[in-house]
């Protein structure tokens, strides 16, 4: 049958195109042997494809790209393996030189315009007793800089990029054009941001150079404070910056994968595991305190909670949420999603140590554990519970 040419209703034979045309009354017509080759080209393909797409993750689980944020442009820093990654020993104490990352947060300085030097610097920092990272950091410190201003307030920041891969800046407390002052730089180069401070709150900033979970993760992040009109004096304030940490190997930057799969090696305050339980915060009982929180992640949420002591004063995103007045109210916790700030105020009823914590507890066992001591305390030799 297959050497029959089709024919028209009056007998006479139908041409068949030359140029395999498919015409109306000709369908195409594929031969089985060919049709079951072609299936089984099109399996490899796809087996081919998947094995690219998979390499594919696997390297850029273990790259990071320093890709601009204006430009697409990018710079690779390659990561070891995850099984030489540094571990954290939480029972391990801090070494006899070592310094506390200071939490106190000065007043604003009056001024009306605060014209700000910031330099990107990659550095091997002590984030855990006995483990160090490349910590990508502004000014050195992880935290960064703090920053702090009134409503109305003008700032003027110049960055830096004194590092070996792109950086940028992105301040929550302004309104600009992301792909204008928050565009990325090379190293050597400088950018110039400039904004108003139109609202109050505590705000976080960080690095939004792709990708930017790298970034915040390994240490690009900070907060600027912009105070509300009204603002009640307070004996102490101090600064508690959330955040993870993402291990990567001994001296080298965070795990990338981690970050991705949302599996810290560990949460801690102001960057450095459990650092105010080695040194607690000194107040005195009933001095009252106000304790700015900013959770800069970039992906645990926060329930700060100190135990011991009641809020009555809680401000949460640019409001007042509690304030005292006749109903007596107290807050146990300000709760915090990554990029979110406020303040607590309280007291302390009596001598002793009150723990740091955030209420969400398996981060308290990783390092988001610290301490304030209200008075002379004797010391007890032992860990808080919390």
């Known amino acids: 049958m297959s050497d029959l040419h089709p024919v028209n209703d009056d007998g006479s034979t139908i041409a068949e195109p030359d140029d395999g045309e498919v015409t109306p009354s000709r369908q195409r017509r594929d031969p089985v042997g060919w049709t079951m080759w072609s299936i089984a080209a099109i399996i490899g393909i796809v087996a081919l494809l998947m094995a690219s797409i998979a390499l594919g993750r696997k390297d850029n689980g273990s790259s990071s790209s320093g890709s601009g944020s204006g430009s697409g442009a990018s710079t690779a820093t390659t990561q070891p393996a995850a099984n030489a990654d540094a571990v954290i020993d939480f ?7 070592w310094k506390p990352y200071d939490p106190t947060l000065k007043p604003a300085d009056g001024a009306t315009e ?4 910031m330099h990107a610097i990659e550095k091997v920092i002590e984030v855990a007793p006995g483990v160090t990272q490349e910590m990508w950091t502004f000014n050195g ?3 960064g800089t703090t920053l702090r201003g009134k409503v109305g307030d003008l700032f003027t920041i110049t960055l830096f990029n004194d590092g070996k891969i792109e950086h940028s800046i992105d301040f929550h407390a302004s309104k600009v054009a992301w792909n204008v002052e928050m565009r990325s730089i090379k190293p050597g180069e400088s950018l110039v941001y400039q904004f108003k401070a139109k609202y109050a709150g505590a705000f976080m900033y960080h690095c939004g150079t792709a990708p930017a979970l790298h970034h915040i ?7 600027i404070v912009i105070d509300p009109p009204v603002l009640a004096p307070v004996a102490h304030e101090y600064l508690i910056v959330q955040s993870e940490l993402y291990t990567g190997p001994m001296g080298q930057p965070g795990d990338l994968t981690k970050m991705q799969k949302q599996q810290p090696d560990a949460v801690v305050f102001n ?5 105010y339980k080695f040194s ?4 005195e009982p009933n001095e009252r305190v106000r304790v700015w929180v900013v959770d800069d992640g970039p992906s645990e949420n926060s329930s700060f909670h100190i135990v011991g002591t009641i809020f009555d004063t809680v401000f949460k995103e640019g409001t007042y949420d509690l304030q005292p007045d006749s109903r007596n109210g107290g807050s146990q916790a300000l709760d915090l999603q990554p990029a979110q700030g406020g303040f607590v105020e309280f007291t302390f009823d ?7 914590v955030t209420h969400k507890f398996a981060n308290v066992g990783k390092g988001a554990l610290g ?3 209200a008075g002379e305390v004797a010391a007890t030799g032992s860990t808080p519970s919390h």
Do not use: C, W
């Open 371 to 373: 301490l304030f001591q």
């Open 141 to 143: 410190t992880v935290p």
């Open 217 to 223: 993760g390994n240490g690009m992040y900070g907060a």
């Open 91 to 97: 029972n391990a104490k801090p070494g006899a030189d």
């Open 271 to 275: 960057g450095y595991v459990s650092q």
């Open 350 to 356: 009596a001598a002793g140590l009150y723990p740091i």
């Open 114 to 117: 605060h014209k700000i030097e």
């Open 280 to 283: 607690p915060i000194r107040v």
